[in-house]
């Protein structure tokens, strides 16, 4: 069973740094493309970023491009986003999801990812 438990959420004040972690079991992320999307409030969802050890592919979403940076551990199974200079815009829950088509061709599209954690609430603001 494929599960993918996010973590690090929180209240963070604009300009400030976070750091999501999810927790992969099921499947092992080196095999597969892994990212983050996330949904604000009355908005659709939205990729973040996404990564694929296995043929080195690596795609940002151009508002996070920059201030955004999307890591795996192997040895822990776990996909990280460290996000610096938030801002009131990042607030959001944030997914994790994994997909069998690599970062190079599935375009950040929700479609394509077909395992989901549950989220976590980021939420930025002074």
């Known amino acids: 069973q494929v599960q993918l438990v996010e973590s690090g959420g929180g209240l963070v004040q604009p300009g400030n740094s976070l750091k999501l972690s999810c927790q992969v079991s099921?499947?092992?992320?080196?095999?597969?493309?892994v990212g983050w999307f996330r949904q604000a409030p009355g908005k659709e969802v939205e990729g973040v970023s996404c990564i694929s050890n296995s043929d080195g592919g690596l795609e940002y979403g151009v508002p996070v491009k920059g201030r955004f940076t999307i890591s795996t551990d192997s040895a822990r199974n776990a996909v990280f986003l460290q996000m610096h200079n938030l801002k009131p815009e990042d607030t959001a829950v944030y997914y994790c999801?994994?997909?069998?088509?690599?970062?190079?061709?599935?375009?950040?599209?929700?479609?394509?990812?077909?395992?989901w954690g549950q989220g976590t609430q980021v939420t930025v603001a002074s």
């Open positions: 099921g499947l092992t992320v080196d095999y597969f493309a």
């Open positions: 999801a994994a997909s069998t088509v690599s970062c190079h061709y599935n375009d950040l599209r929700r479609s394509e990812f077909y395992y």
